[in-house]
């Protein structure tokens, strides 16, 4: 808050209390913000030049689409310079979902009416809420999208979801609940190929 406080001006709004969790701060952003697009950054990520929300901005001017996409990239924790794996997410169509594929979520932008009408993130999902949200609103309420071919975001690595098999077993059963939850079936590899279509990642 210190540091917040040294650049208040460049902020229209700074809440800081109690939560439950990083989720439920961000529906409490999602549900303060003002703006037609909503893209949401966590604490350790950053954009990786100034024209990123340009870029952003000019896909929703030029295309007719409720949300965006692009490529993320986890650097070093200590060296940002240091890129130490690369998501390269490819153009979109909703049965790459049944393959194990998404979207990395920090680059992902929605229309303020896509959170008004299909709602924010279900906090029960834990680990896995922004895979259910995305899930939700791409295949189960095919909203349209559109992928940018280059990295938006650079993301410190080291995910909650990621740091042990037990976490990673722990979300693999919420990734199953959100298609549940959500009335879709996913393939019986579905689940399986989503931590493998990972791999490829860290040889880009």
């Known amino acids: 808050m210190e540091i917040i406080d040294k650049y208040r001006s460049y902020f229209s709004q700074c809440v800081s209390e109690p939560d439950k969790g990083m989720y439920d701060a961000m529906n409490k952003g999602i549900a303060l ?10 604490a350790d ?6 024209h990123v929300l340009e870029k952003v901005e000019k896909v929703f001017t030029d295309h007719q689409v409720d949300s965006c996409y692009g490529d993320l990239d986890y650097v070093d924790v200590n060296n940002t310079k240091i890129v130490v794996r690369s998501w390269r997410s490819g153009l979109y169509h909703e049965r790459r979902f049944y393959q194990g594929w998404m979207p990395p979520h920090p680059t992902f932008f929605v229309r303020r009416e896509g959170y ?9 999902m834990g ?8 899930l939700r609103f791409l295949v189960k309420h095919k ?4 992928y940018i071919p280059e990295v938006l975001v650079n993301m410190r690595s080291g995910g909650i ?4 098999l037990k976490s990673r077993i722990a979300a693999n059963r919420m990734d199953r609940l959100a298609w549940k939850i959500n009335g879709l079936r996913p393939y019986p590899w579905t689940l399986i190929m989503k931590p493998l279509s990972k791999i490829h990642q860290f040889f880009v």
Not at 129 to 134: A, F, T
């Open 116 to 124: 008004k009408s299909y709602g924010a993130f279900n906090l029960a």
């Open 33 to 42: 913000a003002t703006g037609d697009v909503i893209g949401i950054l966590n």
């Open 143 to 146: 909203i349209k999208t559109h």
């Open 127 to 134: 680990s896995a809420s922004d895979y259910e949200l995305m």
């Open 45 to 50: 990520d950053f954009y990786p030049h100034r």
């Open 161 to 164: 979801s990621n740091r042990s």
